[in-house]
T-cell receptor, first 114, second 110 residues
């Protein structure tokens, strides 16, 4: 099973709402990632969790708050977002094995901020 | 972040081979070359990776130049399902992250 599951698939929220994106994998991977992808652009890394600890934060605004409750789950909590935060949010996981490491991606959550 | 250069777009015909080039002239001796692709409305998908020698798997082949300053992803017999954006990425030593460039948008004609 090489599946990374993201929920919900689509999300519409207002600028004052609080919502969460969820990501789950059961491949025993110890690294998990959040990427943001705007339309017609490549994915951009936001956060990396390694062994359930935050190892990389690419200077993401605090209105995005990641959480890794256990090695299989990754959440992204959203609060007071702006319309320009509308994008496809991708989750990925990997074994965390260095340069030969392979990342497995979910299908993403398409977020619209009104 | 190590940089790669790819053509913005390429077009090929179904059942013909496709050669997708990537230049990475600043590659260091320990960087791995990874290829991912992203089909419409999906997340990126791993295709293949290599260090120095040519590599084959069920999806594609990776040909790496002797000086490692360029590489070519080869799809041996393209199908309509291979239409996607293909990303060539250098994975540097000690780095967990993938840095995606603009990629090549591959169109396959029936």
């Amino acid at each position: 099973d090489t599946e990374v599951t993201q929920t919900p698939k689509h999300l519409v929220m207002g600028m004052t709402n609080k919502k969460s994106l969820k990501c789950e994998q059961h491949m025993g991977h110890r690294a998990m990632y959040w990427y943001k992808q705007k339309a017609k652009k490549p994915p951009e890394l936001m956060f990396v969790y390694s062994y359930e600890k935050l190892s990389i934060n690419e200077s993401v605004p605090s209105r995005f708050s990641p959480e890794c409750p256990n090695s299989s789950l990754l959440n992204l909590h959203l609060h007071a977002l702006q319309p320009e935060d509308s994008a496809l949010y991708l989750c990925a996981s990997s074994q965390n094995r260095g340069r030969g490491d392979i990342q497995y991606f979910g299908a993403g959550t398409r977020l619209s901020v009104l | 972040d190590a940089k790669t250069t790819q053509p913005n777009s390429m077009e090929s015909n179904e059942e013909e081979p496709v050669h997708l080039p990537c230049n990475h002239s600043t590659i260091s001796g320990t960087d791995y070359i990874h290829w991912y692709r992203q089909l419409p409305s999906q997340g990126p998908e791993y295709v293949i990776h290599g260090l120095t020698s040519n590599v084959n798997n069920r999806m594609a082949s990776l040909a790496i130049a002797e000086d490692r300053k360029s590489s070519t992803l080869i799809l041996h017999r393209a199908t309509l399902r291979d239409a996607a954006v293909y990303y060539c990425i250098l994975k540097i030593q000690g780095a967990q992250k993938l840095v995606f460039g603009q990629g090549t948008r591959l169109t396959i004609n029936p």
